[in-house]
Every structure is written in structure tokens, then in C-alpha cells.
């Protein structure tokens, strides 16, 4: 669905288990109440695939400031401090962007969920205590620079970017360290996540839309489009609806979505210990 802004991503799943009359309602990967965009959305027995698809890579459109820090990293939070960045040339900033793209260590921003010692990051700061995160890998596949605008009379300047990476990949934190490293400060003014995985923003609906027509991807057609596909025989099918092994699948290192004659999703599996082993079986014939 496409999320609006202002929503919690668990206001969205409270309002989807009305509109799907369901209590089985779950969400592959938070986005911030100020950010819209892509959020998918699992229902019944969907819900079990969700795992998978909070760790493909994501795609956003957003707004960096620059001149400004805040104690969130971004618009939500007050002003902490910065500079002014009328000195700041767009090839300074492209210059910046490259060093933040690829392999990166990145600091999570504070107020994120993670948890520390048991408890939120973000519901520590709250708090008012100093929170400091460790870094972390992530990759940033792309970080492209559309276009640099000049606000508040030239004293910040506002760029608007796509962003491609990897699960994990704080933007917030990227507006941030794209200010530190100009040495002006910076945060984020505005996200759209566009790209979860194989699942578009083309694809995404609103509240206002899905409460009209309430449309939900088959379970079979996200099982084609998360994962290889493995056509099995009615044996090997009534093997693997029992949890039973088989031969080994010819992808060696993934899950595969192993589909019965009539095209329905019997399970994911993967191979271990010479074989094709369950991950997950789902019932014959896609019912609930």
C-alpha cells in the first residue's frame, strides 16, 4: 500500500485488520509516521512471508536540507545546530553523496528503533539520555543528486535524491552525514519510499482506495515474485506438503517457491544436508 503521510506503520496494519476483517495482519519493514510510500503488507497466512521481504533492498525519493541538524535527523526533531551552506557547491555535494555510496559504515540515527539494553533507542533519547549506536554495514547501491535549490534566502539549500540500498540503510542518518561531512549540518525534509523488493509504488494503493476496493496480491503471485521458482511433480508435492525431503533444488544457497502442477504455492525450500528441506509449508490449494 502506498502509506500516508502522518501514519504509523502500525496505525496502517490496525486499519488494515479492519478493512481485511482479520486479526493476522502484519508489515515488512517500518517507515516513519513522516514518510509515505510503499509499505507491504501481509494478510493471514501471507504474514509468514514478510521475514523475506523486510530484508530486500529498498528505494526512496527524499528532500535533504543542508545548514540545519536536528536531534532526529530529520524535520520532526528541533533544531540542534548547523551553518549556513551558501558555500556549498553542487560539486562539493556530489563529491560527498559518492563517498556515502557503496560498503559503508553507517551510525543508526538515535531515536530509531533498535533497541538498547531492552529498550528503543529512540524512547531512551525521549528520556533525555545521550544515546550512542555502533555502526554498521549497509550498502547504498545508488545515491543520485536530481536537483540543489537555494531556500531561506541562500543561508540552506534543500537536494533532492534517490536513494537505492540495502535492508537496514538509515536515510535519515545519510542526511545527516551528508551535512557532517559539508560541514554545514543536515536532515531529512521528506521521504517517499518508491521500491520494497519486487513491489513498486505503480503497484501501491492508498487507505482511502483499498477501503473502496480492498485488492490483495494472491499468495501465489508473491510467492513468483520473491523468490526462484521450482515446478515440483504430484509426488514431490504431496512429499513437501507433509514436510518430507526431496532432491535438491538448482539454486544452492536461497530458498526457492516450490509450486504444485495446478500452480499453487506449496512451500519454500531450501537445501541442507543434500537435499531440499521446508522452510515454510502452506496449504494445498491456497486456502486459509
Known sequence: MDKPQGWT???VVGRMRRLAGTRKVGHAGTLDPMATGVLVIGVNRATRLLTFIVGTSKTYTATIRLGQSTITDDAEGEVTGGSIAAAVTEEDIRTAVGALTGDIQQVPSSVSAIKVKG????????????????????????????????VSNGRLQDVDVTVECSSGTYIRALARDLGEALGVGGHL?????????????????????????????PLDDAG??????RALTAEEAADVSHGRRIAPNT???????AFALDGT??????????????VLVFAPG???
Open 119 to 150: 529498550e528503543r533507542s529512540y524512547a531512551r533519547v525521549r528520556a533525555g539520555e545521550d544515546v550512542d549506536l555502533p555502526a554498521r554495514p549497509v550498502t547504498v547501491h545508488r545515491f543520485d543528486v536530481h536537483a540543489v535549490r537555494r
Open 286 to 288: 491456497g486456502k486459509d
Open 9 to 11: 506503520s502500525h496505525d
Open 265 to 278: 504455492l506449496v512451500a519454500l525450500l531450501e537445501n541442507r544436508g543434500g537435499a531440499a528441506r521446508t
Open 189 to 217: 525534509t521528506a521521504l517517499r519510499r518508491t521500491q520494497v523488493g519486487p513491489y513498486s509504488i505503480a503497484q501501491a494503493r492508498t487507505l482511502d482506495e483499498l477501503a473502496e476496493d480492498l485488492q490483495i496480491l
Open 251 to 257: 539454486e544452492p544457497d536461497i530458498p526457492v517457491a
Open 224 to 229: 513468483r515474485a520473491l523468490f526462484p521458482v
